[in-house]
T-cell receptor, first 114, second 113 residues
Framework: DAGVTQSPTHLIKTRGQQVTLRCSPK?????VSWYQQALGQGPQFIFQ???????QRGNFPDRFSGHQFPNYSSELNVNALLLGDSALYLC?????????????FGPGTRLLVL | GQQLNQSPQSMFIQEGEDVSMNCTSS?????WLWYKQEPGEGPVLLIA?????ELTSNGRLTAQFGITRKDSFLNISASIPSDVGIYFC?????????????FGKGTKLTVNP
């Protein structure tokens, strides 16, 4: 049983570019949450997707957008990259309505913006 | 935004020692979660607490949900080298609904063999 998988593992971009990160949830999970973890900090909630719609959103600008596909996999898109967007981006999956207690995290995508 | 304050920020201990760390908030939390993150990995849930005063163990780990509902504690007994990592407390945001988790900044644990 595969856990949460994310791709790519590492990415280098330059300011102003756009990036797409991908997440496949754990088998049987239908809800995907995205987090940004800056160096030395705890993860910060970006948004959550369920039934292909954004259900909850944290304090992130509209440059951060997402999508969920019918197979429950998800993408995180970030436009007009800033240096401050450099971070580890974590995806977590869960079953609907019970996000926190049964939330499984992927290994993350480390994004470096130059 | 809502903050969880973890202390200490880092700990350097000898193998076999016991470890205590805590997490406090200015707001009431209805659930406390403790995660461990190792290099190159995402956080892994260690213990979940759902009721004030609850004391829950997972092997050598024990966590408590504070009576005031504004704090939680994690203890590790007889530490071993594989306990190395960053320990985070987390809980569902009191403002944002149950799906939005808020994390502390973590306690980094180093165990010397």
């Amino acid at each position: 049983d595969a856990g949460v998988t994310q791709s790519p593992t590492h990415l280098i971009k330059t300011r102003g570019q756009q990036v797409t990160l991908r997440c496949s949830p754990k088998s049987g999970h239908d809800t995907v949450s995205w987090y940004q973890q800056a160096l030395g900090q705890g993860p910060q909630f970006i948004f959550q997707y369920y039934e292909e719609e954004e259900r909850q959103r944290g304090n992130f600008p509209d440059r951060f957008s997402g999508h969920q596909f019918p197979n429950y996999s998800s993408e995180l898109n970030v436009n007009a990259l800033l240096l401050g967007d450099s971070a580890l981006y974590l995806c977590a999956s869960s079953t609907s309505g019970r996000a926190f207690g049964t939330q499984y995290f992927g290994p993350g995508t480390r994004l470096l913006v130059l | 935004g809502q903050q969880l304050n973890q202390s200490p920020q880092s700990m350097f201990i000898q193998e076999g020692e016991d470890v205590s760390m805590n997490c406090t908030s200015s707001s009431i939390f209805n659930t406390w979660l403790w995660y461990k993150q190792e290099p190159g990995e995402g956080p892994v849930l260690l213990i979940a607490l759902y009721k004030a005063g609850e004391l829950t163990s997972n092997g050598r780990l024990t966590a408590q949900f504070g009576i005031t509902r504004k704090d939680s504690f994690l203890n590790i007994s007889a530490s071993i080298p594989s306990d190395v990592g960053i320990y985070f407390c987390a809980g569902p945001s009191p403002q944002g609904g149950s799906e939005k988790l808020v994390f502390g900044k973590g306690t980094k644990l180093t165990v010397n063999p």
